[in-house]
Structures are given as C-alpha cells and as structure tokens.
C-alpha cells in the first residue's frame, strides 16, 4: 500500500511539473521575454527553457526507470494485464524522456551552439534554424507521449489499488 501510494505520489507529482512546464513556463517565459522586445528574447527565453526541460526530462526518466523496476519486481503481486500495462506506461515514459533530453535536447543545443547569432538573428530559412524547428516540433512530441504514459500508468495503478481495496 506504502510502495503503491509512493508510485502514485511521483507520478502524479511528476505529471503536474510537465504540464505546468507546457502550459506555463514554456510559453510564459517567450510572451514575457518578448515583450520587452529585446533583440535575443528568443534566446534567452529559449535557455530558461532549456534548463527546466531538463530538470523535466531527466526526472521523468528516473522514474519512469524506478516504476519499470518496481512493476517487475512486484509483478507476481498482481495481475498480468496490468502488470503488463504499467511495465509499458513506465517504459514509454522513461524512453521518451530519456530520448527528449539525451538526444533531440543535446542536438537543440549543438545546433544553437553552431548557429554562433542568438537564434533570434539567424534567418528562418537557415538549415540550422529549419533543423532546430523540427526538433523542437520532436521535443514537444516525446513530452506529449512520456506525458499520456506517466497518465496511463497513474490510473493504472490506482485501478488496480481500487480492486485490492474492494
């Protein structure tokens, strides 16, 4: 009950720092910055974001990697089917968050890094910028899905805490 309740803390705690980062924080820090119009608002907008994706990303993979662990260990416990469910909630969520951060964030960043101008200066039809616009498009993307998993294995497993109680 202990470990069940402590799954759900995280996920539940997990999935409404990724939805206030996409809701608020994301687009709060571009409207924000760049109304001031500064001429690197993007830029600047641009790395606060960064930063807390990470944090988002890299949370949302240790414990999407600790409830994967957790299902298998305890999986004898209950049923298969949502044993099975909650394996691959965590495993998506962990994938996602750990291919967001370690692959499509780290290119963002080499790719901004090669851009030398603040993003804000560099052409829009630059292959660079076209590149770093599709990877954000990616980035948004493996958050929705490690997102919709970190859902599926909360209601999972309270479901399944719902039919243990009763």
Same mark, same amino acid.
């Given at each position: 009950?202990?470990?069940?309740?402590?799954?759900?803390?995280?996920?539940?705690?997990?999935?409404?720092?990724?939805? #206030? #980062?996409?809701?608020?924080? !994301?687009?709060?820090?571009? $409207?924000?910055?760049?109304?001031?119009?500064?001429?690197?608002?993007?830029?600047?907008?641009?790395?606060?974001?960064?930063?807390?994706?990470? +944090?988002?990303?890299?949370?949302?993979?240790?414990?999407?990697?600790?409830?994967?662990?957790? !299902?298998?260990? #305890?999986?004898?416990?209950?049923?298969?089917?949502?044993?099975?469910?909650?394996?691959?909630?965590?495993?998506?969520?962990?994938?996602?968050?750990? +291919?967001?951060?370690?692959?499509?964030?780290?290119?963002?960043?080499?790719?901004? +890094? $090669?851009?030398?101008?603040?993003?804000?200066?560099?052409?829009?039809?630059?292959?660079?910028?076209?590149?770093?616009?599709?990877?954000?498009?990616? $980035?948004?993307?493996?958050?929705?899905?490690?997102? +919709? !998993?970190?859902?599926?294995?909360?209601?999972?497993?309270?479901?399944?805490?719902?039919?243990?109680?009763?």
């Amino acid at each position: 009950m202990l470990l069940r309740n402590v799954k759900l803390f995280f996920l539940a705690f997990w999935l409404g720092a990724a939805v #206030f #980062f996409s809701a608020v924080v !994301a687009p709060g820090a571009f $409207s924000v910055l760049r109304a001031f119009a500064l001429p690197n608002a993007s830029e600047i907008a641009g790395t606060l974001v960064t930063r807390t994706l990470a +944090i988002v990303n890299i949370s949302g993979f240790v414990i999407g990697a600790l409830l994967l662990v957790l !299902a298998l260990i #305890f999986r004898k416990h209950f049923g298969r089917r949502t044993v099975m469910l909650e394996v691959f909630s965590a495993t998506v969520l962990a994938f996602a968050t750990g +291919i967001g951060e370690w692959v499509i964030a780290a290119r963002m960043r080499a790719l901004r +890094i $090669s851009m030398v101008l603040p993003i804000d200066q560099v052409s829009s039809d630059d292959a660079r910028r076209m590149a770093f616009n599709d990877l954000h498009g990616y $980035s948004v993307t493996a958050l929705g899905i490690a997102m +919709i !998993a970190a859902l599926v294995a909360f209601v999972t497993i309270a479901y399944r805490a719902r039919l243990n109680t009763n």
